[in-house]
């Protein structure tokens, strides 16, 4: 769907107007209630050295509000008329219509004379200019910009900066507040009330009322009256909500107490109708750091982004969440006039977190000052080499004199830095910087460790040999910073291709940026996020890391200007609520602070998880190699075990007979137990093989019963309505033939079967009698020709993910929007799809790695027990193109090396492809099993807004275990 030419105002999600069509409307844009901030740019007649190294504006307390909050902005500038320009992603996505008529907001400006103006972004991509509103004096009162002449009826459109501009030179502050567009009429498909969550504490505490308050807003002319809904979880509180003309109140929600730490989905709604989403989670805090010693765990906040009152709230959350460590970030503007150093802005920037107990791990992510950079600069690494080492020494001299300053790391991402610039010297001006800048800080801050810049291994559009180069001196460095963002178990093998990179090297290696998206649309993806966390720290530890550091504390999808920005990496939403990725990295550091990797946690083949030891007890981290699946299964043991879910709620499992039977959650989870307590035993009842069959099939297979017992038991076993029985012996394995027969319209994916199972031993005394949940695929079916495949159609919420959680942006409209028809099938030539897409809009502005940001298609394919290779396919601006991102063994990522056409007729875009079959390294005959997964993504006006997914694995998570299993049939 075009933005620009269908979009009126998706404020908040579709809902019933109650205005008349003369009365005038005010939707809030910002009130600065959710305490956030903005980013600013420096404009004409600013002062550059000013002393100031945090957002100049934000959210500030201000207790003649009416909510307690106002914005404030702080300026610095050294001529007339000189500028800045604040913006804010929250604003910029908001589409305004033709019936937007300005921007209504209360200033005071305490001695600030000047103007405030707006830079709007028409429907015809022209940038434009408002007539400024003129500000002066003291003292609350609202101005009014008006969005003509400068608009020029070219709707919708949207506020792309504030432009703030003093009279006279000057520095000081003044305060704004309640950012609104007032409309001649309130556009159809927005809601008469707002709302929003007002911030009291950061989550519930076991055991207390869970009470969310919201404020409502009333942006109508005239009284609003209704009921809303609140829901968590399975319960569910309405509220009548009274306004007058424009008016405000706080609702409280009581949702009583919630016995078991959790996290839970909140929805608010209004005659059905989307208000706000969030979360309510209960967690247990750790009131302030746990840990002593490496690995420690850390999180970044980008806090020079932040404005101070978001500073300290996010501080104050930092003893909550137990961390060792922020990643705090500084770069060239911190000197940009050589000899005015900020020092003491960066020291109050830090103070909050150095107060809540953490220590800095400090990240120059970028950039020199005009008197350090070369001019003209081949590199963004060119520097003067003099003044370069002056620099170094100004930061070691200051570092050394800053509280819990521990590690420096050196450029952000520089392997990724400059690669398409051509005759760029790059690398070598790094490795010169890095051998100056090292013996600076050995002189200067000797307790600091120097760590390389945070490098990505296993990224094609990589500086060619930045790393072999980098490692080749090790004498520059202390020790080794990477990223990796990939979802475990990949996150695993690029570890250990930066293991392979360093060689002899035994220096400790920091994983310095690494997170994981939760989207904001589907509960599901939070808990993923949750359970991701869970599994890279539990592998970082094990694997003997100095460090992790989680990006981010909070989502940022609201604050920098960038359609692309999908910044759901947080554990806190942008409005203050905690995600369950909070509670679970809070229990995390609770359960492996100042232990120690033991050995492999081998107790059950379906497991994979980590070990970690005591002074006297040990601790397994857990969770299902594949993804989404639960079972039983048992441990042996003389001791009771205690079993902890991903948030902490624990309950003690005493043994029977020797054994402790266990349940594994689709979540990680914890035991503990006194050293060397637990021991693996085989499955009650397992499948021999994985079992794979199409709908209405009847699969042969074979069932492993086993007796782990000391005792001849009888056993008796139910497998489709047919009792099996005998007797097994101890320590005896049997082999059970069976039949499992696959439901004839099944849906494709991971099914259950439950068996009820009876083991008794002497005297006929159960031993064991309960159902065993095993898990078996129901295969799609891939035939041998076009003219039989099965059409695989997306055109249904239920195959929907939408990118960007942002209620001012419309949600899917149906098929005519985004949906799909696909048949696959296979030949002697490989594996052929034809994909039929309809999309009202097509945008293809990206090439080559970038292919999967435009309207595309992508394929996903894997043997059943093997890697995957990824392809994207877009028709460009240049006309049709295929990308390899993620290659075969024995090829490199590139263009696709394959037969594929793509044409687009109206609204219609067909996709042609066909795989060659040495790509696969499956044989392409019937019978054979595979994974796959395939998405469709729509990207309107240059935003990546939403995909249709046939299985997950792709997009966020790569994963060949959430893909579907196929298997090749003999259909002609």
């Not at 009126?8 to 003369?22: E, K, N, T, W, Y």
């Not at 000197?335 to 909050?352: H, I, S």
């Not at 550091?549 to 604050?559: A, C, G, S």
């Not at 079916?781 to 039989?788: L, V």
């Amino acid at each position: 769907m075009n933005l620009f030419r269908t979009i009126l105002l998706f404020i908040l999600p579709a809902c019933r107007v109650l205005c008349a069509a003369d009365a005038p409307a005010r939707v809030i844009l910002d009130d600065f209630s959710t305490i956030s901030s903005y980013y600013w740019d420096d404009g004409p007649g600013s002062n550059p050295d000013a002393e100031r190294y945090w957002c100049p504006l934000g959210s500030a307390e201000d207790s003649s509000r009416d909510d307690g909050w106002c914005g404030r902005l702080e300026f610095d500038f050294l001529q007339d008329n000189g500028e800045g320009y604040a913006y804010k992603n929250e604003i910029y996505k908001t589409f305004l219509d033709r019936n937007a008529v300005g921007l209504r907001l209360w200033v005071n400006p305490q001695g600030f004379s000047g103007r405030i103006s707006l830079d709007l972004e028409r429907s015809d991509r022209k940038k434009v200019r408002t007539v400024p509103a003129a500000v002066s004096g003291s003292g609350w009162r609202e101005i009014f910009i008006p969005f003509e002449p400068a608009l020029e009826g070219k709707a919708p459109f949207v506020i792309h900066n504030l432009i703030f501009t003093a009279d006279k030179a000057g520095k000081g502050e003044m305060l704004i507040d309640d950012l609104q567009v007032e409309y001649s009429t309130l556009p159809e498909e927005s809601a008469p009330l707002g709302a929003l969550p007002v911030y009291r504490q950061l989550g519930w505490r076991p055991g207390e009322p869970a009470v969310p308050e919201y404020r409502f807003r009333n942006r109508l002319g005239k009284p609003f009256r209704g009921i809303v809904k609140m829901r968590v979880g399975e319960r569910e509180v309405s509220r009548e909500v009274d306004l007058p003309p424009y008016g405000a109140k706080v609702i409280a929600f009581d949702f009583g107490v919630f016995d078991r730490k959790t996290a839970l989905p909140l929805e608010l709604t209004w005659e059905g109708k989307l208000l706000h989403r969030g979360w309510v989670t209960v967690f247990e805090p750790n009131r302030g750091r746990l840990n002593r010693r490496p690995m420690w765990f850390s999180v970044e906040d980008q806090e020079l982004n932040n404005a101070p009152a978001e500073n300290a709230l996010h501080a104050s959350w930092l003893p909550l969440l137990g961390v060792d460590m922020i990643r705090a970030g500084v770069m060239g503007n911190v000197e940009m006039t050589k000899g005015r150093f900020k020092a003491e802005a960066l020291r109050k920037l830090w103070q909050p977190h150095i107060r809540a107990g953490v220590m800095l791990q400090i990240d120059y992510a970028g950039y020199f000052p005009p008197w350090v950079a070369a001019r003209p600069q081949t590199s963004p690494m060119d520097c003067n080499w003099a003044e370069f080492d002056l620099f170094m020494e100004h930061l070691a001299k200051f570092f050394h004199t800053l509280p819990g300053a521990r590690y420096f790391e050196f450029i952000n991402e520089p392997n990724l830095h400059d690669v398409t610039t051509p005759g760029s010297r790059m690398t070598d001006h790094y490795m010169a910087a890095i051998r100056r800048m090292y013996p600076i800080f050995k002189k200067h801050a000797p307790e600091i460790q120097v760590m390389t810049g945070g490098v990505c291994p296993d990224v094609p559009y990589s500086q060619p040999g930045f790393i072999e180069r980098l490692m080749a001196q090790p004498e520059t460095f202390d020790a080794v910073a990477y990223h990796e963002h990939s979802e475990y178990p990949r996150y695993a093998d690029t570890f250990g291709t930066m293991r392979r990179l360093m060689g002899e090297i035994r220096k400790p290696v920091f994983n310095t940026e690494a997170g994981f998206r939760s989207r904001y649309t589907e509960p599901d993806q939070f808990y993923r996020q949750a359970a991701q966390l869970v599994k890279k720290i539990a592998y970082s530890k094990a694997a003997g890391m100095e460090g992790y550091n989680w990006f981010m504390v909070q989502d940022f999808w609201d604050k920098g200007r960038n359609a692309e920005r999908d910044d759901t990496f947080g554990l806190v939403t942008i409005h203050n609520q905690p995600k369950p990725s909070f509670a679970a990295y809070a229990e995390l550091i609770r359960q492996l602070a100042n232990r120690t990797p033991g050995e492999a946690a081998e107790l059950d083949r379906r497991l994979d998880g980590c070990r970690f030891e005591g002074e006297t007890d040990e601790v397994f981290v857990l969770w299902p190699r594949r993804e989404n699946e639960t079972f039983d299964f048992m441990v042996r043991s003389d001791v009771p075990v205690e079993y902890r879910d991903i948030y902490g709620n624990s309950e003690m499992l005493p043994p029977r007979n020797g054994i402790v039977m266990l349940s594994a959650s689709e979540l990680p989870f914890y035991l503990r137990t006194p050293k060397k307590a637990l021991t693996a035993i085989e499955p009650l009842l397992s499948f021999r093989s994985p079992v794979c069959g199409m709908p209405g099939d009847k699969v042969p297979a074979v069932l492993l019963l086993n007796n782990p017992y000391g005792e001849e038991l009888a056993w008796s076993l139910a497998v489709g309505g047919i009792r099996r029985s005998g007797r097994i012996g101890p320590g005896e394995q049997r082999a059970v033939p069976v039949t499992v027969a696959v439901p004839p319209h099944a849906q494709s994916g991971m099914r259950t079967l439950t068996l009820p199972l009876t083991l008794q031993g002497k005297q006929e005394k159960p031993v064991y009698q309960g159902g065993i949940s095993l898990n078996y695929f129901c295969c799609g079916k891939i035939a041998g020709t076009s003219r039989k495949a099965q059409p695989i159609i997306l055109d249904s919420a239920s195959s929907l993910q939408e990118l960007v959680f942002d209620p001012r942006l419309p949600a899917w409209q149906g098929p005519e929007d985004l949906s799909a028809e696909i048949a696959v099938w296979y030949s002697e030539a490989g594996l052929s799809f034809d994909f039929k897409v309809t999309d009202q809009e097509h945008c293809g502005n990206e090439n080559g790695i970038y292919l999967w940001r435009n309207d595309c298609v992508q394929i996903g394919i894997a043997p059943m027990e093997g890697e995957m290779r990824e392809y994207a396919f877009s028709l460009t601006s240049a006309g049709p193109e295929g990308y390899c991102h993620i290659p075969p063994p024995g090829m490199e990522a590139g263009p696709f090396q394959g037969g594929f056409s793509i044409v687009r007729e109206g609204n219609l875009t067909r996709y042609r492809i066909t795989i060659p079959g040495n790509q696969l390294f499956f044989p392409l005959r019937p019978g054979t099993a595979f994974r796959m997964a395939l998405l469709v993504c729509d990207n309107d006006s240059g935003v990546r807004l939403r995909t249709m997914n046939y299985f997950a694995g792709i997009d966020g998570e790569k994963n060949t275990r959430l893909y579907g299993v196929m298997q090749l049939s003999s259909e002609q």
